[in-house]
């Protein structure tokens, strides 16, 4: 009996409570949504800090390790303990989903790690939370990019927005339309799309009624693609000026090289389509190391690990040297240059990349840098 | 409390105790996840309670967690009460919820109910994601305070743990004594059988309202917790993932043990992190590791427990009081009245203006071809089916307008022609649990350990209802008949399927009722169990009496003989 209960003890400590890792490499855990309808960003942001740590290892000892966050607060928060438990990390690449880094935030700055993403849910830096740093621009400029994009180059009068009941969604409405009506071009139509819905002809239909001269997008990659598809089958042939996600060489997969002609998108950066030398090397390295192209989120998370590597090499040692190095240092990174605004807003340039319809590499039509005033 | 049912909450607690004492030894990670275990448990218990006990597939119990998680963190963060306050707060406004949804969607059954309980889920979902000023639409509701017991801060791990799981205990003990003997079989033969629950007394509505709003309150109080917990308070809480989990929770577990809902918990609150290490690939390894458990333990992990390691003791009747009580009350002189009961069907009239009188010490053969109207007038004599017209008397109170269970506490007792076939009762549980209402707990025992003694059955206690033979069935469907303590006894079908000397002790038997002083209406088709046994015979074609009187005389109309014993009688 007693040998039963030893045996069920031991057993259920292996089992039950995974044992804490105490190493003297670096740590520095990675917490993404690699499953769910965000496992395309999440992947991508993967991708990029895998690459960005790997490259370092050669001069560095840092060892990391993958977590799905996949799509609830309770799953990111519970990765995050996870994490922290496991040892004592300098830094956390922390998920795309804005209402996870939400969840997250507090449980960051108690432990006084500092969280990489690259979530554009504006709310994030507006919490004074030092423990923040996004390294894709905010809303408030790839929003305010998207709109001067929209009425300066297309001169648009009369747009017409579908996006996301997400939170990404929301806080992209909320900064877009926002910009248009200072922009004196208010929205004529809008409709937020949950991220299961597949038919999107009846909100098309509504769309074409409120004739508008062009389309917006702030949708997820899948959904930006199911907008697109069935906008041109059903004969709509308006410009489209699309959110990130299009940007994403997995998002343009899903469409035929006739159909994307006429669509645009806003993002941080278009790896695949810079002809930057160590843009180039980044992208062969990268395609031929997880067997697919980069985007935008990858090369920003991509970038955003380096500047903790840097900061590292710089002599930082503990998650707090990061903090203060990240908060207060200027980096270089392969999209863009990146500096704390003071909230943690680290990207401020924003691009938009078109579709020409004989590819499905989309080309740099305009590049809009310092949006948001960060380096006068 | 029973020994069975003492027994069975100790192995409980002792499930709970044995990791939650491992985790108070192991770091703030596996805190956490015993913490998430505790809160999922609350609303598995909850559902537990709907869909384990009473079959009732609930898809609503996502929607009362994030209900709960909604109402107390708004409150907590927009006017800073303790959580206590908060809790109470979310409890009672998931239960006036409850409440309101149960009106229409409790008079649904089955799949109807399933997909009203998601459609008022999907609602709520809407809700919370457009509703922006108030719930903070996508983003959710942040910046909860930490959870707090009469305003000090509950700031370690191990203090949200034990906290967590205090409330889980009580939550455990309240389900342990909601469920107590005999009220557990009632709510089996409820879940089985509603038709023979309702017709043995037990108020069908009044126990799915119960446990439908238990089942929410337990869940707002696991959602509370969880925005607690997290700090948070987002969409996701009311999404149908959130629903998945506490249905695979419960059903892993085992469905129709509080044990169950625990286990289910704390097994799929840990299965997703012991697979972490296999990143993209660990939900297939939990995909699969669920399947597994199913085929493995089709009845869950606490009936596969069950089943090897706890022997069900059973009752032993032996032990009971010998007190010969009365199975039946005293009856003094009892009549049944009705006058011009009528009832169609479309366009088919089944009862035609139908007069008839059941009087004390009688008993009354009805027969009839196949669709005179038999069934439906003991149908509608036990309150199962409405009459379009006519009344219902019975000693000296109309009662054609009052529910089933009502009329069987007044005294109207019934069998099936398809006799009860539960996989969850014995034979003295399901007896127990059709007992009078209106006795403690020893009278009711006394009186089915009476019942029994007067039974073929008292060699088979312990056997499982729907392991008995046909004759046996019969006999027990007669046994719970008499468990309602009858003044009026109508028996459909009582001899189908017996053989003559199994007709012939159930003759006997009757006839003993009958002197006892109640009133007994038989149907059957079996003309030489029937005959002998009545006092008086009804023949009926078309919803109308055609000739009635003792049975010779019966037997003497030309109409009742051309109609039922065919011309080789004549």
Redesign the interface.
């Known amino acids: 009996m007693i040998k039963l209960t030893k045996l069920?003890?031991i057993f259920?400590?292996i089992?039950?409570?995974?044992i804490?890792a105490e190493t003297k490499e670096t740590y520095i855990p990675i917490l993404v949504p690699?499953?769910g309808f965000l496992s395309l960003e999440g992947?991508a942001q993967r991708n990029g800090a895998i690459q960005a740590l790997d490259e370092a290892s050669s001069s560095l000892k840092i060892k990391y390790e993958?977590?799905?966050t996949s799509?609830?607060?309770?799953?990111a928060?519970?990765?995050l303990?996870?994490a922290?438990?496991?040892g004592k990390p300098v830094a956390i690449a922390a998920p795309i989903f804005?209402?996870q880094m939400?969840?997250m935030?507090?449980?960051a700055k108690r432990a006084g790690v500092p969280l990489i993403t690259v979530s554009g849910?504006a709310?994030l830096t507006e919490?004074d939370n030092p423990f923040i740093f996004r390294f894709f621009p905010g809303d408030a400029v790839v929003k305010v990019a998207h709109a001067r994009y929209v009425t300066e180059v297309l001169r648009a009068k009369r747009p017409a927005l579908l996006y996301?009941?997400?939170?990404?969604?929301?806080?992209g409405y909320s900064h877009l339309s926002k910009a248009l009506r200072k922009a004196g071009v208010p929205l004529v139509f809008e409709e937020?799309l949950?991220p299961s819905v597949k038919d999107m002809l009846p909100a098309l239909t509504k769309l074409r009624a409120a004739k508008p001269d062009v389309i917006l997008l702030h949708l997820h990659s899948t959904p930006t693609a199911l907008v697109i598809r069935q906008a041109r089958n059903s004969g709509i042939e308006l410009p489209i000026v699309a959110g990130s996600a299009m940007h994403q060489p997995s998002t343009a997969k899903l469409l035929k090289n006739h159909q994307l002609r006429g669509v645009c998108a806003e993002t941080a950066a278009s790896p695949i389509s810079e002809t930057h030398p160590e843009l180039i090397q980044f992208t062969t390295e990268y395609k031929k190391r997880f067997q697919t192209l980069p985007d935008a989120f990858a090369l920003a998370q991509y970038d955003g690990m380096n500047m903790v590597i840097t900061a590292l090499r710089s002599g930082a040692k503990t998650a707090m040297d990061i903090r203060n190095w990240l908060a207060t240092n200027t980096f270089n990174g392969l999209a863009m240059k990146y500096k704390s605004d003071g909230k943690g807003n680290m990207g401020h340039d924003a691009t938009i990349v078109c579709y020409d319809g004989k590819t499905k590499t989309p080309k740099i039509t305009k590049k809009y840098l310092n949006v948001d005033g960060t380096f006068n | 409390m029973s020994s069975l049912y003492s027994r069975d909450f100790i192995v409980t607690l002792i499930i709970m105790l044995i990791p939650l004492c491992l985790a108070l030894n192991t770091d703030s990670y596996g805190q956490r996840i015993m913490t998430l275990s505790g809160i999922y448990a609350i609303a598995a218990m909850g559902y537990h309670l709907i869909f384990g006990r009473l079959g009732a597939l609930s898809l609503a119990q996502g929607c009362f967690f994030g209900l709960g998680a909604y109402s107390a963190g708004l409150i907590g963060v927009h006017f800073g009460l303790s959580f206590l306050t908060c809790l109470l707060f979310a409890v009672i406004f998931t239960a006036l919820v409850s409440l309101i949804i149960a009106l229409p969607v409790l008079r649904l059954e089955s799949h109807y109910f399933a997909l009203a309980t998601l459609g008022i889920a999907q609602v709520a979902l809407l809700i919370a994601i457009n509703w922006t000023e108030v719930t903070g639409g996508a983003n959710g509701t942040y910046g909860i305070p930490q959870l707090d017991l009469f305003g000090v801060e509950l700031s370690s791990s191990s203090d949200v743990l034990i906290f967590v799981w205090v409330i889980l205990v009580i939550i455990v003990s309240l389900t342990f004594w909601i469920m107590r003997a005999p009220f557990n079989y009632q709510v089996t033969l409820l879940k089985d059988t509603p038709e023979v629950a309702a017709s043995s007394g037990i108020d069908i509505g009044r126990w799915r309202l119960t446990f439908f709003i238990m089942s929410a309150i337990f869940g707002a109080i696991a959602g509370a917790l969880q925005a607690y917990t997290i700090g948070v308070v987002s969409p996701a809480t009311l999404e149908f993932q959130v629903m998945v989990s506490i249905l695979a929770m419960t059903v892993i577990g085992g469905k129709n043990h509080p044990a169950g809902a625990v286990i289910g918990a704390i097994l799929l609150t840990h299965l997703p992190e012991w697979f972490r290490f296999l990143e993209t690939h660990y939900l297939i390894a939990y995909g699969a590791a669920l399947l597994c458990t199913i085929i493995v333990a089709p009845s869950g992990i606490f009936g596969l427990f069950e089943k090897f390691i706890i022997r069900n003791p059973g009752y032993d009747v032996k032990s009971l009081p010998s007190k010969e009580n009365k199975a039946v009350s005293d009856t003094n002189s009892t009549s049944l009245e009705i006058q011009g009961l009528s009832k169609t069907y479309g366009g088919i009239k089944a009862l035609k203006n139908l007069n008839m009188t059941l009087t004390s010490y009688q008993i009354v053969g009805l027969v009839g071809p196949n669709g005179s109207g038999k069934s439906t007038l003991i149908n509608i004599i036990s309150g199962l089916q409405r009459q379009d017209e006519g009344t219902i008397e019975l000693d000296g109170s109309f009662i054609e307008n009052t529910a089933s269970y009502k009329r069987s506490n007044r005294g109207i007792a019934r069998t099936y022609q398809t006799s009860l076939r539960s996989s969850d009762l014995n034979v003295y549980q399901a007896i127990l649990a059709c007992s009078s209402n209106q006795h403690n707990l020893k009278h009711r025992h006394n009186q089915t350990h009476a019942i029994l003694r007067n039974s073929r059955l008292i060699s088979k206690t312990e056997s499982m209802v729907g392991d008995l033979s046909t004759a046996d069935a019969r006999e027990l469907d007669l046994c719970m008949a008499l468990a309602t303590e009858p003044k009026i006894l109508l028996l459909d079908e009582p001899a189908a399927g017996l053989s003559s000397a199994e007709q012939q002790f159930l003759s006997t038997k009757i006839r003993h009722l009958a002197q006892s002083g109640i009133s007994i209406l038989i149907v059957d088709h079996s003309m030489d169990f029937l005959l002998p046994v009545v006092d008086r015979l009804i023949c009926l074609d078309q919803g109308s009496v055609v000739a009635e009187g003792v049975p010779a005389k019966v037997l003497a109309d030309p109409k009742a003989l051309k109609l039922y014993f065919g011309n080789a009688r004549s």
């Open positions: 069920l003890t259920t400590m089992v039950l409570f995974p804490s690699i499953t992947t993958v977590s799905d799509t609830s607060p309770e799953i928060v519970t990765a303990q996870r922290l438990s496991r804005g209402t939400l969840a935030l507090p449980i849910t709310k919490l996301q009941t997400t939170a990404y969604g929301q806080s937020a949950a």
